[in-house]
Nanobody
Framework: QVHLVESGGGSVQAGGSLRVSCATS????????MGWFRQARGAEREAVAR????????VYADSMKGRVTVSLDNAKNTLVLEINRLAPDDTAMYYC??????????????????WGRGTQVTVSS
């Protein structure tokens, strides 16, 4: 059974950096498409970054390119998202997701099969 648990959110001053993690279990068999998404209050869930565990390829949302890095710590079975130069607009719940269709990673949040409960990131000006 797949479990995803996010951590590392919190309150940050604008301009700062934050590292959020997603502890995973149940993903040891096969390859996966992993993703970070975020949802601000009153807004739709949007993609932040995706990572293909087979190829290591990463894809970032255009709005966040150059500010975010997604990586997988295989030893710890943890997906990590680092965000730099945070702005108040980055305030959102950040979610980790996984899907077994690694040959063609889903792009829409609704296509991902497994989700964590999220970790809140709040950026103050």
């Amino acid at each position: 059974q797949v479990h995803l648990v996010e951590s590392g959110g919190g309150s940050v001053q604008a301009g700062g950096s934050l590292r959020v993690s997603c502890a995973t279990s149940g993903l040891s068999n096969g390859w996966w498409c992993m993703g970070w998404f975020r949802q601000a209050r009153g807004a739709e869930r949007e993609a932040v970054a995706r990572l293909n565990t087979r190829s290591g390829n990463t894809v970032y949302a255009d709005s966040m390119k150059g500010r975010v890095t997604v990586s997988l710590d295989n030893a710890k079975n943890t997906l990590v998202l680092e965000i730099n130069r945070l702005a108040p607009d980055d305030t959102a719940m950040y979610y980790c997701a996984a899907d077994p269709r690694w040959t063609l990673c889903p792009t829409d949040p609704g296509e991902f099969s497994y989700w964590g409960r999220g970790t809140q990131v709040t950026v103050s000006s």
